[in-house]
């Protein structure tokens, strides 16, 4: 019988032009029947995930097209039993580099038929919106506002300009914050403050190098690097992956974050809210799976 598989692109996702979703479902169809789908909008995500049948689901994009598919998915009730798959074709395809899927579309498209379905967890809010990669508050959140418009024209590299100009202009915000009930800051200013499942946003900043998005954990880190020297000096070794050995850097693991003080704005996975004082986060673990070539092995990233 053969197997049959629904190719799902965004038309929002930065690498999912014609010619490249043409040359992915020819290399799909070697080993599947390939029905495929572009979306524009909430309503016709919804209304391709009502035709899924029990078809594979292949994502064609990067973090914002997975992380609307696995809401919407949450959403339905139906993210449990869903097989999931990804084709990298965002602006910074963050979570695909932390699951081990190739990077390039006909490789990460060739591993598909013979993948290994990997149970991943789930970021989740006390709002019951979910992230899958990672959730920040503060100048990262910033940056990726900044960053938006700035993506038609500079790709990749407008999330470190986006960052710079945050990082320039920020003050700092006044939060209190617990992990599993337990107080880690109280009711001092912060640069940023990450709860990560993955680790890298931005397309490659590794925010969080140790993170392992399936050990049933959230990774928190709290930066309060708020004057200009320090700011600097953090984000010197945040590119080097060295931010950990600072002392205006905190990072705990918990099941459940809490975070209340200043309105911040949180980004999750790209997507940027409205400014809320107080938010919690919980992880729910291994909610959701994704075909990757074999369990990836999560070492810590070495420094560069």
Known sequence: MTRRLLLLASDKAGGA?????????????????????????????????????????????????LHAVVAALF??????????????????????QTAGIPPGAVDAASIIADAVRRPFDLIVDDRAEVAVN?????VGADAADR????????????????????AATSSGWNVTVEADGVLVHDDAAVFMVAVANGRTIGGGTAVCPVADPSDGLLDLVIVTAVGVTARVGFGADLRKSEHFDRDDVTHVRARTVTIRGDSLSYNA??????PVASRVFSVLPSSWTLRVAKPPEFAPLEPE
Not at 134 to 138: K, R
């Open 134 to 138: 990672v959730v920040h508050a503060g």
């Open 17 to 65: 032009d014609d010619d490249t979703l043409a040359t992915v479902a020819e290399v799909l169809s070697k080993n599947f029947e390939v029905q495929t789908a572009m979306t524009s909008s909430a309503e016709e995500l919804d209304a391709a995930l009502a035709e899924l049948d029990g078809r594979i689901l292949v994502i064609a994009g990067g973090d914002g097209s």
């Open 75 to 96: 959403r339905r009730g139906e993210l449990a039993d869903a097989d999931l798959a990804l084709v990298p074709l965002g602006t910074g395809n963050d979570f695909a």
């Open 147 to 166: 960053a938006t418009a700035l993506k038609p024209a500079l790709g990749v590299a407008a999330y470190p300009v986006g960052a710079m100009v945050a």
């Open 269 to 274: 996975d790209g997507e940027v809210g409205e």
